[in-house]
């Protein structure tokens, strides 16, 4: 909470920056003769050595720690003060010139070796900056200009660098020294350059002021206003750009508007302050105007607005400028003339003499030339501080325009204020002084005030000063405050402060920008390091306030104590007790014990002392001094590091063995239920505890720390300890340190309950604590149930016996509070075991505490009948069947299926996830099983048979404890196993799992993974399966539907227009553009969709015939409340008009026979408009289907598509590898391209598409023939009809294959050649005239031809006009097979 000295940046290649600005000099630049001077100058010390003494110096780390080995020994020498330097206020550009040379450095962002970024500044651009001979580099600024992009947050879009020459001549610049414009406004050296840029007003009285440079000359003040000045760099920026995109070099830069005035009245100037403008209150406007004007003066009702400038040199030491704003009338009339004809003459004209970037050819004329300088308008000095000895050397304008610094020749440094134009305070012993200014914000929050209505915010301003003499840097409090921080730093370091930030802002574009600018900047040049000074609002608070200052830095100190880990427990005592002791506000004091409570690493005597010592202190004091809610803070926080002290003692005392009557009695026959549930709890045990990563400090078993304990548990005011529910893990980490000790057996139970019922603690909360550390620590509870049950039973009784716990009220025949809060928690827990076993021993209490009041209320011998024991027996039932389903979920899935994380699920979420929710958590299970739906169907149908065995088996396998090691090695690849879990829990749940319903959930589940993943086509295969074996047609109707509505018709309807727009079957690419799957991934899911809607239609066929079924769930689960499920949905479904999903069906099987076989079609187009219009329509409504006779073109186009799938399949069965021509005997497969069914489908579809199937059958007779396939083809020829034209086709067929064997065939022998010239002339020349290559298999046997010819004979008619010439053929075949 001090002033400290941060480095942020490091200048990098200081050496080369050097070497470049010295280039002429072989040696090191000349030091000042100052070490001379230094040893003997005798100036008066005395008052900041007084102020020195107060006020300890720090040292600096960083400039001890960080060496630069290569530049520290040869940049002592002061050669920086040599230099011209300028930062911009963005610290992204650093500016070193000297004589003609500079050197531009440009942030950039490195890597360290502890792998941390920091920023540094590197050379970007070095070169000479003189186009004059003679003329050097007197003055140089940086101004960042804001970027006008709507997405700019306050970064700049760039950096401008204004360098002023001692030839009077200004140029702009940017980064990478480019030359944007020049202007000569004066003829003499330019002094000093400055900027001012926007702030937002402060208050709503201060005036706005505008942004402008200021360009000092040694009798001149020029001012350019910034908006002009934005404008214009903007403009010849682009202007530069375009230029050399262009390749030429001429620029015309816009017109500069500015005002020159000329400064009268002092004997030398050397820097200049402009304020801004001003306006005068109405005292001093009267004021002025009877010193000025005396008793008749005249004054106007609105005071004039003036731009005020201060200027320091010499005769008088300080000047103070007003030039009145605009054309308004002067306040006086005697003096209105004198002021107007100097106002006339003011120049607000554009600049003549531009020097940009020229021609080479005209570059030598343009240099003669001297441009035109406008004579400046006088402006008379308003007053002075004169003193004739004293010389001012620069002056430092605040942040605030109220206030400046002023160094001199006398080693004084001087405050002035500026609004009554006086000197209010003056440090000495400052020769060649640096100054700058630091302003601060108070913070949110620091002020104490009432939120009705908050106070503005308060700024501080400090006045830095850099002594280069001695080395140090001081931070001083204005207007008289003390000096707040001083640094030891080098000699030769220069202290840059630029005093304004972006240009190019104003109130429009400024709000909700962070403007990243450093106000302050110190450069050590042995280093280059950039250090900025950092000082906190309060220490520029009043000596009243200083208190808090101290107590704030007594709390820093406190934390950097609690902060390291080295210090030793009796140290930390006695620090954190001094501190705590030494803070005076109670505040504070409370913020002190607050953090020292919260820290990790102080071990709990610690605390008890510091914390007792703390509270012994104020009960010494005052009553009435001492702050009540700090006093109680000590007491609560005592008390309960006792009870954490006292918990932790009983912990590691010994456990005692004495149980109560009651507990022992009601505990009967607890063996007996658990040996009943034993084999599940052990299968279940063995499936949870599967390998997994933990860290150490997230072990249950880690001690709880003092913090922990501390901020779970508060004190009211009553003096009661309550438990604050904060995080689960935080919760079960208490309750184990409170109540797992006594789960063990490790602790003695009675006394830790008498412990935690002194402090008040409600039963309920440590009720809800037990029950949490059993549910979370259910693995260490399995281990051992048994003797784990016990220690819970003991447990429950003694909490239910504390005050407070069970109401005396209680009736028996209502619920009670108590028992129903375990009650929520074992529902609401994923722990199913541990949920079985707590509930399984509150019943026993719940009932042994009912017992003893019935006994007590009606001395009965009767059972008392309780609707809390009901209530306690349906929860023991429901935790029973969640026990099997969750051992039914937790069991692996085989290796290389999907699997995924098996889900947990409790009782409430159950009845939550309404009556479907069983069968859905069965139904991923089955996905991430993947369970064949054969092998589900045989699971379900066997599960009645083997339920009665179940039992038996099951103890048999839980006894011997070789069998159990054999158990753990198979169980996880068993599918056995796998299925008696599945069994079991059917039977549980034999309304809820029912075979309908879980196959129908089992399908909507594997749809729904098909939906994430379309690619798996397999999973939408297994949804249609499941559907299949959906036994009630009204389910399996719904959930067609649903199927089709939400997953199907989009897709299929993107692939039916695909392909449609493309005209053939689509590739990959555009099948997953477009359906959003690949080319064979739509082939299998157009495929499935078949098989769905024949499903579909058959369903709808069958609903008439069978009732609908009604669902029942079971009667301990009929609370559920939730989604419908998926049965309840499908049922509720509508009927479905069947001819729309025929026609959807058959569009569905054209999409897939083009798929599958890549054949180019455009299928809507084999519809006519209503058959179009049809499509993708709600199958539930009716449409107007196509009727009636079709159009014989779309006949003719639906014939040839289907004569073309016939020839695609034929030629795929043929393509099979190792088919011989003609073979049939090769079973064909019942799927893809070479399934059987193709030839069928094909006749049906024909038959809807009113195409002749006899066509389709000769087709298929001849492909089959071409192909070689004459056995297929001999099949099919029997149920072809016109037997006349197949003949006539078959007849061009044989005389191919005849016409190849012996005119074409390379074997060619003299039988064949002699034969050809017996065979009739007409056979000849009909046999040369055959094309044998339309043959796809043109080499046959002759015993299939002659077979072939056989069948001609057959089918011919003998009245056929080819008859005859099939006779020929049978001969010719005859007479080669027998040369053969």
């Known amino acids: 909470m001090s002033c400290c000295l941060l480095e942020f940046c490091r200048v990098q290649e200081l050496k080369t920056v050097k070497g470049f600005l010295y280039q002429e000099q072989k040696d090191d630049p000349p030091e000042e003769e100052n070490n001379q001077t230094e040893n003997e100058l005798t100036w008066d010390t005395s008052d900041w050595e007084s102020a020195w003494d107060n006020h300890d110096v720090k040292e600096d780390d960083t400039t001890t720690a960080t060496v630069v080995e290569e530049e520290s020994t040869e940049q002592s020498a002061p050669w920086l003060q040599d230099c011209v330097v300028s930062l911009s206020p963005c610290s992204d550009l650093l500016v070193v010139a000297r004589e003609h040379r500079a050197v531009f450095l440009s942030a950039k962002w490195r890597t360290d070796d502890s792998g941390r970024e920091e920023m540094t500044l590197a050379v970007s651009w070095t070169g000479t900056l003189n186009t004059e001979e003679g003329e050097c580099v007197s003055s140089v600024i940086c101004i960042p200009l804001a970027s006008q992009k709507r997405s700019s947050t306050g970064r700049p879009d760039w950096t401008c660098i204004v360098v002023g020459f001692s030839s009077g001549c200004v140029r702009f610049y940017t980064e990478n020294g480019v030359l944007l414009l020049a202007q000569l406004l004066n003829e003499d050296p330019v002094l000093r350059l400055k900027c001012r840029t926007y702030e937002i007003p402060r208050h709503p009285g201060v005036t706005e002021q505008h942004e402008e440079l200021s360009i000092l000359y040694p009798t001149a003040l020029v001012t350019i206003d910034g908006f002009s000045l934005f404008q214009s760099l903007r403009a010849c920026r682009n202007q530069v750009a375009r230029a050399a995109a262009a390749g030429s070099e001429v620029i015309q830069p816009p017109p500069l508007a500015y005002k020159k005035w000329g400064l009268q009245d002092m004997d030398t100037i050397v820097d200049h302050s402009s304020v801004g403008i001003m306006t005068l209150c109405v005292f001093d406007q009267m004021k002025n105007a009877s010193i000025l004007g005396g008793f008749h003066a005249s004054v106007k009702g609105s005071p004039p607005a003036m731009s005020q400038y201060i200027t320091v040199g010499g005769g008088p030491y300080t000047g103070f400028y007003y030039a009145i704003e605009g054309s308004s009338q002067p306040l006086l009339s005697h ?52 003193d ?59 002020r104490d005030s009432s939120p009705s209505t908050p106070l503005p915010r308060r700024h501080a301003q400090f006045l830095v000063i850099y002594a280069p003499r001695r080395g140090i840097l001081e931070v001083w409090g204005t207007q008289q405050g003390p000096r707040v921080g001083a640094f030891t730093v080098g000699k030769h370091c220069r202290l840059l402060y630029a005093g304004y930030r972006l240009m190019g802002v104003n109130s429009v574009t400024s709000q909700g920008w962070q403007l990243h600018t450093q106000q302050v900047c110190l450069l050590d040049p042995t280093t280059g390091a950039l250090r900025t000074v950092t000082v906190p609002f309060h220490l520029a608070l009043s000596d009243k306030k200083s208190e808090r200052a101290k107590d704030m830095h007594l709390l820093k100190r406190l934390t950097t104590i609690l902060r390291s880990r080295e210090v030793e427990p009796d140290i930390l005592e006695n620090e954190a007790k001094s501190v705590l002791l030494d803070i005076k506000h109670p505040a504070i004091k409370k913020q002190a014990l607050e953090s020292l409570l919260s820290n990790k690493n102080a071990p709990v005597s610690c605390l008890t002392n510091i914390t007792r010592a703390l509270h012994d202190s104020l009960k010494e004091q005052d009553p009435e001094a001492v702050d009540q809610a700090l006093l109680q803070l000590c007491s609560s926080q005592l008390k309960l590091l006792q009870l954490y002290t006292d918990i932790q003692q009983l912990h590691s005392a010994a456990a005692d063995t004495e149980a109560c009557s009651e507990a022992l009695e009601s505990l009967v026959g607890i063996e007996e239920e658990l040996s009943q549930v034993g084999p599940t709890l052990q299968r279940y045990a063995q499936l949870t505890v599967r390998p997994c990563v933990s860290f150490a400090q997230d072990s ?50 009675h006394r830790v309950c008498d412990t935690l019922q002194q402090t008040g603690i409600s039963p309920h909360q440590l009720l809800s604590l037990v029950l949490s550390v059993w549910l979370h620590r259910e693995k260490e509870v399995l281990k051992n149930p048994a003797g784990s049950v016990r220690k819970l039973h003991t447990l429950l009784i003694a909490l239910s016996n504390m005050k407070g716990a069970v109401d005396e009220s209680w009736d028996p025949q209502s619920i009670s509070p108590w028992w129903q809060q375990v009650r929520c928690a074992c529902v609401q827990s994923h722990s199913a075991a541990a949920s079985l076993l707590a509930a399984m021993v509150a019943h026993r209490a719940a009932k042994a505490s009912i017992t003893i009041l019935a006994d007590s209320k009606l001395h009965s011998e009767w059972e008392a009948v309780s609707l809390e024991l009901e209530q306690w027996a349906v929860c023991v039932r429901q935790l029973e069947d969640l026990l099997a389903l969750q051992t039914l979920l937790w069991a692996p899935p085989p290796k290389g299926t999907a699997g995924g994380a098996p889900s947990q699920c409790s009782v409430k979420t159950l009845l939550e996830g309404g009556r479907g929710g069983i069968a859905d958590s069965v139904s991923k299970w089955v996905f991430r099983q993947d369970l064949a739906p054969e092998r589900l169907k045989e699971i379900l149908q066997t599960k009645k048979e083997k339920g009665g065995e179940d039992g038996s088996k099951q103890q048999e396998e839980g006894g011997g404890e070789e069998e159990e090691e054999k158990e753990r090695n198979q169980e996880d690849t068993d599918p056995n196993r796998t299925a008696e879990l599945l069994a079991a829990v059917c039977q549980r749940f034999p309304d809820s799992l029912s075979a309908d319903l879980l196959f129908a959930h089992c399908c909507w589940e594997y749809v729904v993974q098909w939906n994430k993943d379309p690619e798996e086509g397999r999973y939408m295969c297994l949804a249609v399966k ?60 157009l495929a499935s969709s078949i098989q ?51 026609h959807h069906c058959l569009l569905a099987s054209l999409l897939h026979a083009a798929m599958t076989f890549s054949l180019k079609v455009k299928p809507l187009s084999l519809f006519d408009s209503k058959g179009k219009n049809a499509f993708f329509r709600d199958l539930t409504t009716i449409q107007l289907m196509p009727s009636g006779d079709v159009d014989p073109g779309l006949v003719s186009l639906r014939q040839e598509f289907l004569l073309h799938l016939l020839t695609g399949w034929v030629q795929a069965i043929d393509d099979a590898p190792g088919s011989a021509p003609g073979a049939s005997s090769t079973p064909l497969p019942t799927n893809g391209p070479r399934a059987d069914w193709w030839p069928s489908m094909c006749l049906e579809l024909g038959s809807l598409l009113q195409v002749n199937p006899d066509i389709l059958r000769r087709h298929l007779v001849c492909e089959l023939y071409n192909q070689g396939l004459d056995l297929r083809a001999e099949e099919v020829m029997l149920e072809v009809e016109d037997k006349d034209v197949l003949g006539s086709q078959l007849l061009v067929l044989t005389g191919q294959r005849l016409s190849y064997s012996l005119l074409h065939s390379q074997s060619q022998t003299q039988a064949a050649m002699e034969l050809l010239a017996r065979l009739p002339p007409t056979l000849c020349t009909w046999l040369k005239a055959m094309d044998p290559s339309e043959l796809r298999c043109p080499l046959v046997p002759l015993a299939q031809i002659s077979r072939l010819v056989s069948h001609l004979i057959e089918i011919l008619p003998e009245n056929h006009g080819q008859y005859s010439l099939a006779l020929h053929l049978l001969e010719a075949v005859e007479v080669l097979i027998m040369e053969d």
């Open 1026 to 1085: 499941h559907l299949k074996l959906v036994s009630s047609p009204h389910i399996q109707l719904g959930i067609s539907s649903m199927m089709w509505s939400t997953f199907i018709v989009k897709r299929i309807s993107a692939a039916a227009f695909l392909m449609e727009k493309v005209g053939k079957a689509p590739k990959d690419r555009l099948c997953r553009r477009d359906v959003g799957m690949g080319d064979k991934a739509t082939t299998s899911f």
């Open 700 to 749: 249950p078993n880690s001690p709880l720390p003092a913090h922990a304990f501390l901020s779970q548990l508060e004190c009211t005011e009553d003096g009661e300890v309550r438990v604050i529910r904060r995080t689960d893990a935080e919760w079960n980490q208490l309750g184990s340190f409170l109540f797992w000790g006594c789960l063990c057996g490790e602790s003695p139970l």
């Open 388 to 446: 004739s000895r004293r010389h001012g050397e620069s002056i430092c304008l605040s942040p605030c325009n109220t206030l400046a610094g002023v160094t001199d020749d006398f080693g004084r440094v001087t405050l002035l204020d500026l609004a009554r134009g006086i000197a209010i305070r003056m440090w000495k012993g400052y020769r060649d002084a640096q100054l700058g200014w630091v302003q601060v914000s108070e913070r949110r929050g620091e």
């Open 1092 to 1142: 769905l809607l024949q499903i579909l239609m058959e369903a709808d066929s069958a609903v008439e015939e069978v009732p609908p079924p009604e669902l029942c769930v079971e009667e301990v689960w009929c609370g559920a409340e939730g989604p419908a499920s998926i049965a309840e949905l499908a049922l509720e479904q509508k009927g479905v008009h069947y001819p729309l999903v025929q």
């Open 335 to 386: 003096v209105a003339l004198a002021v107007a004809s100097k106002l006339t003459s003011a120049l607000f004209s554009a600049a003549s003499g531009w020097l940009g970037w020229k021609n080479k050819n005209e570059e030598e004329p343009a240099q003669k030339q001297k441009p035109k300088v406008e004579p400046a308008t006088p402006l008379a000095v308003r007053f002075g501080l004169p």
